[in-house]
């Protein structure tokens, strides 16, 4: 059963930065790539950043593009999400998973981007 552990989000003041950190486990976790995704309230759930499998190729969503970097670590089954630059619109529950989904989602980790 494939587990995501998604951590480090937090309240940050708009233009500040956070890591976020997906922790991986019950699956090979070199075959996937690797995709977060944010929920932000009262809204679906939607694409933010993806990863290839050996962490060469990214590809990123047109409001986050120049801002987030994704990367990710092989030999520990973690991808992680650097956020700089944040504004109000990146408010959301962060999560991550594979490409394709597995069924299960992690908890996720909520980032609130406020003055």
């Known amino acids: 059963q494939a587990q995501f552990v998604e951590s480090g989000g937090g309240s940050v003041r708009p233009g500040g930065a956070l890591r976020l950190s997906c922790a991986t486990s019950g699956f090979l976790f070199t075959e996937f790539p690797m995709v977060w995704y944010r929920q932000p309230p009262g809204e679906e759930r939607d694409q933010v950043a993806e990863i290839s499998t050996d962490g060469f190729d990214t590809d990123y969503a047109a409001s986050v593009q120049g801002r987030f970097t994704i990367s990710r670590d092989n030999a520990e089954s973690k991808v992680y999400l650097q956020m700089n630059n944040l504004e109000p619109e990146d408010t959301a529950v962060y999560y991550c998973?594979?490409?394709?989904?597995?069924?299960?989602w992690g908890q996720g980790t909520q980032v609130t981007v406020s003055s």
């Open positions: 998973n594979t490409k394709p989904r597995f069924r299960d």
